[in-house]
């Protein structure tokens, strides 16, 4: 399986700023995805990152809240904008096993808004 | 609406027992079948893919499908205190790439 980096690992920001994540893998795959999993909840599916396109965005989510870069085929990043308490989650990165359909997920970024 | 359902718990079992949690899911064109493994502030670990009808056992871990049925069950053999974590059940809708509905996981307790 691929091994998925993420970074920050947690951070506390203030409402109103924005968060970059980062998601490196060490191979290069086609498809990236972000989750979001807010406090006792389960994972929701945000956006798919493909490479040198436009994200796809799932119910409930869109660009502008959740802007997401996909440079090249080993990285990606998801932007959290202008903040609010309620976006306080664990943010997950992940990929797929080359078309296996098996998802493997990076650590997680913990992030609490105050 | 595709949704995937699981007992929330706590499911509490004795160390050495067997643990069973359960999976129903409402779209009969799901493909493919994940049980994933989080523990407390940490990201999920898939323990189990199953993608046809029947049993997958891997070590203490057998995974059960029921399409006609539309469900999948992960029972834990040997429980050990180290299986204490959140059971996620997840469903790829999608024959390639990730259109994964998750469940709300059901938090067991193996009990020394």
């Known amino acids: 399986s691929a091994v998925i980096s993420q970074k920050p690992s947690r951070d506390i920001c203030q409402r109103g700023t924005s968060l970059t994540i980062q998601c490196q893998v060490d191979?290069?795959?086609?498809?990236m995805f972000w989750y979001r999993q807010q406090p006792g909840q389960s994972l929701t599916l945000i956006a798919t990152a493909n490479q040198g396109s436009e994200a796809t965005y799932e119910s409930g989510f869109v660009i502008d809240k959740f802007p997401i870069s996909r440079p090249n085929l080993t990285f990606s990043t998801l932007t959290v904008s202008n903040m609010s308490p309620e976006d306080s989650s664990i943010y997950l990165c992940?990929?797929?096993?080359?078309?296996?359909?098996?998802?493997?997920f990076g650590q997680g970024t913990r992030l609490t808004v105050v | 609406q595709k949704e995937v359902e699981q007992n929330s718990g706590p499911l509490s079992v004795p160390e050495g027992a067997i643990a069973s949690l359960n999976c129903t899911y409402s779209d009969r064109g799901s493909q493919s079948f994940f049980w994933y493994r989080q523990y407390s502030g940490k990201s999920p670990e898939l323990i189990m893919s199953i993608y046809s009808n029947g049993d997958k056992e891997d070590g203490r871990f057998t995974a059960q499908l029921n399409k006609a049925s539309q469900y999948v069950s992960l029972l834990i053999r040997d429980s050990q205190p180290s299986d204490s974590a959140t059971y996620l059940c997840?469903?790829?809708?999608?024959?390639?790439?990730?259109?994964?509905?998750f469940g709300p996981g059901t938090r067991l307790s193996v009990l020394p």
């Open positions: 992940s990929v797929d096993n080359r078309g296996n359909t098996e998802a493997f």
């Open positions: 997840a469903v790829n809708m999608r024959n390639y790439g990730q259109n994964f509905v």
């Open positions: 191979s290069q795959v086609t498809m």
